[in-house]
């Protein structure tokens, strides 16, 4: 994981103004599906199926600076991926959290090559990506178009959320996370501390 980069804390807000509180856009723990096999198109297919359904692998241990956000945090949000909801439940201790589909993660349909290609995983992802960012290859699930203006969505709930004074976890996934997370400095807000995109990762926002 990379190491924490805090930005300082800008002015204070005006007295008698309630100061937004922070957006934290965190990436669920690891999933129990191994990543060490070696696919083509349509073995990626079926493993990308599984991996939505999955949750996590036995025996994670959260990070402590990701609890603490999560325990001070007035709101608490997953998607409704079965990963997702178990990192919540590992860090909220018996809190409710809101768990919903608005913050599911982007498809990731892969090209669809000659069988005898064969990549790891990790490899069939980023191609998936690329090309469903680059050139619309979504094969009739969600565009980017779509997934921005959800970003979008997702992105105005939290500001919503945050303005009440409240600090506000969101416990999904890696790309959709990224998503929001533009959404947000197209809204003003700026990154405070970052980790990266990693498993059990975190970016917090804040607004100036």
Known sequence: MADSVTVDSAAPAPSGAVRPGAIILARHGEPALSRRVWLNAEGY???WAQYEVLGLLPGQTPPDTLMEFVASAGVVFSSTRQR????????????DFASEALFVEA???????????KMRPSYWGFLARVCWWFFDHHEGEETRRQ???????????LIAAAEAGQDVVVLAHGFFNFM????????????????????????RFERP
Do not use: C, H
């Open 45 to 47: 297919r079926r493993f």
């Open 84 to 95: 997702s909801i178990e990192t919540a439940i590992a860090l909220t201790r018996g809190r």
């Open 107 to 117: 498809p990731l349909p892969p090209p669809n090559l000659p069988a005898f290609i």
């Open 147 to 157: 997934a921005e203006d959800r970003a979008a969505a997702a992105a105005e709930r």
């Open 180 to 203: 929001v997370g533009r959404a947000l400095r197209r809204r003003g807000w700026r990154i405070a501390v970052s980790q990266g995109y990693k498993y059990w990762s975190m970016r």
